[in-house]
């Protein structure tokens, strides 16, 4: 049995991929990382993650922040003033799943745009840039979130990326990529991450996630817009002492985690075929591009939360819950391909569970 300080992880974890642990390479690298005080720039470690990912993105400058949504959030408080407008597609991760902190933190809203799959065509952007007036909010920005999360990891294609950012500089709007999943989107489409970031004035990317670091995220931009960022860090308490020990878990990880994120996609890919003739689920495989899938479950007669509860309780294999009837998989570093068959049996067995 485990004590009071351990927790069971489930046979297959596909709640997400934020919940990957670091390997064993990936610790011994952290136990060994020089460190100093990050705050006053004296960290080997940190000063090398940064570089590292302003190179990569070939932008300027780059600032270590302890989670993505805390790099939106920066973002947002220096690209705007309150009483702003953003524009993002309806299901972007700054709406839904940062706790109002646009409004509470910086007073803007965030508008939605009713995308496919969570990407607005260069059109909708067009016709949603609000004209000018004393009455109502102004359009001062627009987030692009790659890849879409709420969208089942769909990449935003590079050309639509490069209309919509044009289509906002003739505006005289900011732009900014949520790139939580940049890497998956880059791999996956053979485009470099500097070839997206390069269309946007700001950009983050995420740590925790697919490349298997336990924690953090970078957002990069020019010298003068990661200055102002550091002011807002420092104001929200983000500033860290030595945090060469988490940064160097990030080196790692973009030295050796982001080539194999093809082999989550590939698992994505092959859960989807796997689950596609279970009765009462629907899937389209066609459209899982990284390593994220989504499904209905609409048919079994059961809802989302009932299906995601026995899936784990009575299968050992956990799926998140992303509507009354829609599940969320996700596979990363510590999903084998050898767990799959699991995960399909599970989902059909709970399928049959609420059909019978």
Not at 159 to 172: F, L, M, P, Q
Not at 264 to 273: C, S
Request: aromatic share 6%.
């Amino acid at each position: 049995m485990p004590t009071s300080t351990e927790v069971k992880r489930p046979l297959v974890d596909l709640y997400s991929d934020t919940i990957t642990l670091p390997t064993a390479e990936m610790r011994a690298f952290m136990a060994n990382a020089p460190l100093g005080d990050e705050q006053k720039g004296e960290d080997p470690s940190v000063n090398e993650l940064t570089r590292l990912v302003a190179t990569l993105l070939d932008k300027e400058s780059a600032v270590f922040l302890p989670s993505g949504t805390m790099c939106n959030e920066i973002a947002l408080a220096v690209h705007t003033r309150p009483g702003d407008e953003v524009l993002a597609d309806a299901t972007a991760h700054v709406i839904n799943f940062e706790t109002g902190g646009p409004a509470a933190l910086s007073g803007v809203t965030v508008r939605g745009l009713p995308g496919v799959r969570g990407v607005f065509t260069p059109e909708q952007f067009a016709a949603a840039v609000r004209l000018p007036s004393r009455y109502a909010p102004r359009t001062s920005g627009v987030i692009v979130e790659q890849t879409s999360n709420a969208g089942g990891g769909t990449i935003w294609p590079l050309d639509t990326v490069a209309e919509v950012t044009s289509i906002a500089r003739e505006h005289g709007l900011w732009t900014h990529m949520d790139g939580a999943r940049l890497f998956n989107a880059s791999v996956a489409s053979g485009v470099r991450p500097a070839a997206y970031a390069r269309h946007f004035d700001s950009v983050f990317v995420d740590l925790s996630k697919g490349l298997g670091a336990p924690v953090g995220g970078l957002l990069a931009g020019t010298r003068e817009f990661v200055e102002a960022a550091w002011r807002v860090k420092q104001r929200w308490g983000g500033a860290m002492r030595q945090a060469g020990v988490i940064a160097s878990a990030g080196v790692y990880a973009l030295r050796h985690h982001v080539d194999r994120l093809a082999v989550d996609h590939e698992n994505a890919r092959l859960l989807a075929e796997g689950i596609a003739g279970i009765p009462g689920v629907a899937v389209e495989p066609e459209h899982v591009e990284t390593n994220i899938l989504l499904f209905d479950i609409g048919g079994t007669g059961l809802t989302a939360a009932e299906f995601g509860r026995r899936t784990h309780a009575e299968h050992d294999v956990r799926v998140s819950v992303f509507g009354p009837t829609t599940i969320r998989a996700v596979t990363h570093l510590d999903v084998t391909a050898e767990q799959l068959p699991l995960a399909v049996e599970a989902i059909a067995r709970t399928a049959a569970s609420g059909t019978r």
